[in-house]
């Protein structure tokens, strides 16, 4: 089945420098891709989306690009900070079934001092 | 409110036992989701209600798990005869489907509810 999935489950970065979290996805129909936050012991927080007809969006110190020849969505963050330490989950979804995201299992970011 | 909340934020049980789980979305939000989350996991999606339309059930792992959604607001997602494999972080979402701003299909999470059955 269509699935989302992530390069890296850990990445360990220092403070201030800039972090890559990267996401491949198989469904070719997918034109909507978000990235969501997760701290320890709360729920998915709303960082950054894009739609399938840009290439780059950007954020406050967040960049999102996105490779539809590929399949590859990728999350940077721009010098990395200690509240920046999450799981860090993309998700999918696609014009025809909007409602329904498919998220990836997750990319764990420590940042250290 | 100002975002999403679900209470209870910690359910302890006892194997067998029934558990309600509720969740009130963000206020005006249209679409409420509910997911499932096992320690170091991503999400699974279970459950998913648009207005007055028939909810996606698609991904209720078993007759035991049944959600309702009472004035397209506030949802309760129940858990019968729970097993040990229920125990995980059920999370709630809602989105608006006509919102301004981020994309509609944004989904704003609650904080979760934090299962265990013993």
């Known amino acids: 089945g269509e699935s989302v999935g992530l390069h890296l489950p850990t990445l360990s970065v220092q403070e201030g420098d800039n972090s890559i979290i990267n996401c491949a996805y198989s469904n070719s129909a997918s034109d909507y891709f978000i990235w969501y936050k997760q701290e320890s012991g709360k729920g998915p927080q709303f960082i950054i989306d894009i739609r399938s007809n840009m290439d780059k969006r950007q954020g406050q110190r967040v960049t999102v690009l996105l490779n539809k020849t590929v399949k590859h969505l990728s999350l940077q963050i721009a010098a990395t900070q200690p509240g920046d330490s999450a799981v860090y989950f993309c998700a999918e979804s696609s014009y025809y079934n909007t409602d329904k995201l498919i998220f990836g299992t997750g990319t764990r970011l420590q940042v250290f001092p | 409110g100002a975002g999403v909340s679900q209470s209870p934020s910690n359910k302890v049980t006892e194997k067998g036992k029934d558990v309600e789980l509720r969740c009130d979305p963000i206020?005006?939000?249209?679409?409420l989701y509910w997911y499932r989350q096992s320690l170091g996991q991503g999400l699974e999606f279970l459950i998913y209600f648009q207005g007055n339309s028939a909810p996606d059930k698609s991904g209720l792992p078993s007759d035991r798990f049944s959600a309702e959604r009472t004035g397209g607001s506030v949802s309760t997602l129940t858990i019968q005869r729970t097993q040990q494999e229920d125990s995980a972080v059920y999370l709630c979402?809602?989105?608006?489907?006509f919102g301004v701003g981020e994309a509609e299909e944004t989904q704003y999470f609650g904080p979760g509810t934090r299962l265990l059955v013993l």
């Open positions: 206020s005006g939000h249209t679409a």
């Open positions: 979402a809602s989105s608006s489907r």
